[in-house]
């Protein structure tokens, strides 16, 4: 009979391809699995999966009161279900899964996907902050099985604590997904430059602010597309009005992972600009680098070591001298002006593509799980 594996992550679960990801790769070695979210007013609807999932209705959405309503529901949910391991992601679920891992003597793996303590919703906010310190402090030093998603934040961690987790990054499948949508059936521009940031995650200090003013700055020739969700979303859309730009920088929505790289294969040039403000962000490698490299497109980004080192490592793209918007539109341009250097990083992306794919990333998962099985 198959180990019943109850995998618990704090989001909505609909655009967490990490969490998608393991979850697939832990169905093809055997497991039952169910996953565990929330579900907001606006969530999209959650696409076809081999695995079961439960999305639980909050009536907090943010601060202290949802995340200890969570944390109370996720426990009790843990604590009455069958299960033979749980897989907590992330710091904001880790202790209702650590909880009941004792209570019921069930082995617990814990995923990290950040560097948490160090967020930017954190840092400026100590007392919280200091809160979930103490979480981690008590817990994490007592797992056994531990991973996260890059060589800084496990640095990081074994520094803190002695203990170094296995590394599996967040890179897409080599068999991603089929591009079959064309620029005229998703309602943008056929004959300009685009440029494309996206996320679920469009925070402060993501660069996102100054790469709207540097549209000002940035050809004619090009327009900016953001998809995604986040903090500043509405002041991004205030700031492109008030500067006039509504013909020239473009708002999508989250979309289902099949949806938005249809967007991104469509673009020219894709952008990271996350600034270098907390040890989270700069110690960071976000999905849509590997999205951006998957679906084909050169790379525009901050000089972060994680991010740098894809970069350079395989030529696909350039860096931003700083987060001035003048000085984001010079590099911008500069690209744009240099067809030759584009083509030259669009060959190298095929290479990249080859061999970076969640195939190779995903063993390392089969050597913590196997055991379970």
Sequence with gaps: MAKRVIVSVINDLVTDQRVAKVCQSLSHMGFDILLVGRKLKNSLPIDKRLYATRRMKMLFTKGPCFYAAFNVRLFFLLLFKK????VANDLDTLLPNYLVSKLKNIPLVYDSHEYFTEVPELVNRKRVQRIWERIERNIFPKLKNIITVNDSIAGLYE???GIRPKVVRN???SQ?????KTRVDLGLPEDKFILILQG???NVDRGTEEMVEAMSFITDEAVLLIVGGGDVIDLLKDKVRELSLTKRVYFKPKQLYTELMQYTANADLGLTLDKDTNLNYRFSLPNKLFDYIHAGIPVLASPLPEIKQIIERYHIGDFI???HPEEIARKVNEVIGNRSILTGWKKNLTFAARDLNWEKEEQV???????YV
């Design 200 to 202: 679920s995650g469009i």
């Design 176 to 180: 991603n997904v089929a591009i079959s």
């Design 171 to 173: 890179i897409p499948s």
């Design 365 to 371: 998962l089969k050597q913590v799980y196997s055991k």
């Design 83 to 86: 299960a033979d391991l749980l």
């Design 321 to 323: 001298p700083g987060h």
């Design 159 to 161: 520094k803190k604590y």
